[in-house]
């Protein structure tokens, strides 16, 4: 049985209170900034004589400056809710994808893993912590409290208005308020209970170790597997790619999903290895970390080719609204455009190749991190350019950005070691169980 350790909770407190200090700083910073000082930043914007829209909800309505002002002081206040929003997308849907993972591994009968089972039930007892954030989100923009998605505004399909936007008004039969809400709470609702239900059954294989329950085990990881797989596809159309909802990819639900799936392996594999250097989980050992480190490489490399394949064909096609959700990330975002390559891409790629790299601990554990705070990243340039647009550089962005992290973080670490501590580590009723102990790669 896992003890959470005393200086790895006080940490994960620490963690918390230090990132609602520094959001809560940058929250009220934030809203102290007038109208003036936003035209500065306006000004200084477009000082370059750089006029054209980083974002679709720049390229309808009027074009005065009164509209542009107006425009840049809702990117400006969007800070500290788009900080959030970035954190606990990013957190849920790493959740949901530990549980995907680990869905995969029963409903293949796949032996090697079978001994870290727990810990991905475990990263998976987050999704209704991140879940319960997004409903809150949710609720603030649909009562127009918070402007993340702007196709929320009426007036954009209202053909009598002066903003109206003739895209969303095609749209709208799924870009609408009430079926949002009732997408959000299916996605969030049913991957809660999923992760309750696994568990609850998985410990219930345990205490019977029966052969019919163990069925009915597998029977609810398929589910999973299905649920997952349209869930995950709706929640990036709507939590994210809607954020710029004149632009559309058919590639974008795999690039998020396979983002934050590379980042869940990542997470599984640094839990693992602490774990096991303190003394818990004894019976992980290198063959399973390099099982682990072929399935992060190869959840890398196929984010890197979603990543491309969607670049390629939307920037060769030069068509206005598709090339204009890559401008606003070149023209303001490009430190991140560039850095998630080299983070995702460049580094897996020279360190990982190697066979052997794949079974020392220190090595893949800190590619896990970086692997990790790259599709963090990920996330960060998907939501930022399209919300906040080109008013990030400043104190206020840097304050909640940072402090929702920590956040986010802090109520990771203690959520998810708190539910390893009351778990059992090995799952001795699964039949599977001797493979994994005795696993040995052949190669």
């Known amino acids: 049985m896992y ?61 005065d400056e009164a509209a542009h002002l107006e425009h840049a002081k809702m990117q400006f206040k969007n ?57 809150i989100i949710m609720v603030l923009n649909v009562t127009h409290l918070g402007h993340i998605f702007h196709w929320m505004d009426g007036t954009l399909t209202d053909p009598k208005s002066e903003h109206f ?58 589910g999973y597997i299905a649920f997952f797989g349209f869930a995950s596809a709706a929640w990036a159309w709507d939590w994210l790619m809607s954020i710029d909802p004149h632009w559309y990819s058919t590639m974008y639900i795999w690039y998020a999903m396979v983002s934050t799936l590379a980042a869940s392996i990542a997470t599984i594999m640094v839990i693992s290895v602490y774990l096991k250097k303190t003394g818990f989980l004894p019976q992980f050992n290198d063959n399973h970390l390099h099982d682990l480190g072929v399935f992060l490489f190869a959840s890398t490399m196929l984010w890197t080719y979603t990543w491309f394949a969607q670049f390629m064909l939307y920037w060769y096609a030069n068509i206005p609204e598709e090339v204009n959700y890559f401008y606003g990330r070149f023209e303001y975002y490009s430190w991140a455009f560039w850095l998630i390559l080299v983070l995702n891409f460049a580094i897996p790629l020279s360190v990982m190749v190697s066979s052997s790299i794949k079974r020392n601990y220190k090595v893949m554990t800190t590619m896990a991190i970086i692997i990790i705070a790259g599709h963090w990243l990920v996330y960060y340039n998907m939501v930022m350019p399209g919300s906040v647009g080109p008013y990030w550089e400043n104190i206020t962005g840097l304050l909640t950005n940072l402090g929702a992290v920590l956040f986010g973080l802090g109520s990771f670490i203690f959520v998810v070691m708190t539910t390893l501590s009351r778990l059992k580590l090995i799952p001795e009723g699964n039949p599977y169980l001797h493979e994994s102990k005795i696993y040995e790669y052949p190669f």
């Open 3 to 63: 003890s959470f350790s005393p200086k790895l909770r006080l940490y994960s407190i620490v963690f918390v209170v230090l990132g609602l200090v520094l959001f809560g700083a940058g929250y009220f910073m934030n809203h102290g900034v007038d109208d003036t000082q936003i035209g500065h930043m306006m000004e200084q914007v477009h000082a370059g004589g750089n006029n054209a829209p980083s974002n679709s909800a720049e390229m309808v309505g009027p074009q």
């Open 79 to 135: 800070q500290p809710l788009a900080a959030i929003h970035t954190v606990a997308v990013f957190l849920f849907a790493l959740s949901c994808c530990a549980l995907f993972f680990y869905a995969i591994q029963n409903a293949s009968h796949a032996g090697w893993s079978i001994i870290i089972l727990r810990v991905m039930e475990a990263v998976a007892s987050f999704i209704p912590f991140a879940g319960a954030v997004i409903i």
């Open 165 to 222: 936007d003739p895209i969303l008004y095609e749209k709208k039969t799924f870009l609408n308020i009430p079926f949002y809400i009732v997408r959000t709470l299916i996605y969030v609702l049913g991957a809660s209970f999923f992760a309750w239900k696994l568990k609850s059954i998985s410990k219930k294989v345990d205490e019977t170790k029966s052969r019919s329950v163990y069925a009915k085990y597998y029977s609810w990881n398929v």
